[in-house]
């Protein structure tokens, strides 16, 4: 899917063994118009982990469009008041920098180190943004 982020991404680490996860907020366009005519928007929650999670957080930030690719994964769990619930999240496997850089060229860079590995791709260049 492509999109634009809703808000700059959130880094945080797991307790039991200190692994970088981040979170955001994907808009992501239908592909097709409404009865008005108009395209309507999902959003759409994307996480990812790892060195992929530390890339995200410290390289995208709201406004930026970016493509990912991951497994779609269902949670269910308890709010509150007791009622059960359940959220849809993306797991990024890829996540594919779009739009260009904010000081730079039209670019478009690659990360996929979903693997757990600690190396990753960028496209053009070797140096990171």
Not at 33 to 59: P, S
């Amino acid at each position: 899917m492509i999109g634009r982020l809703t808000r700059d991404p959130e880094l945080r680490y797991t307790a039991a063994e200190g692994v970088a996860v981040t979170t955001f907020s994907l808009a992501v366009e239908r592909p097709f118009t409404n009865q008005k005519g108009e395209k309507d928007v999902d959003f759409i929650r994307i996480v990812t982990w790892r060195k992929l999670a530390e890339i995200c957080a410290n390289y995208l930030s709201k406004g930026r469009m970016v493509a990912v690719e991951g497994r779609l994964q269902i949670n269910s769990y308890e709010d509150r008041e007791g009622i059960r619930r359940t959220s849809a999240d993306v797991v990024a496997s890829d996540v594919t920098f779009l739009g260009g850089r904010r000081d730079g060229p039209d670019d478009r860079d690659r990360v996929a180190p979903e693997s757990g590995e600690d190396n990753f791709a960028v496209q053009d260049d070797d140096v990171p943004f």
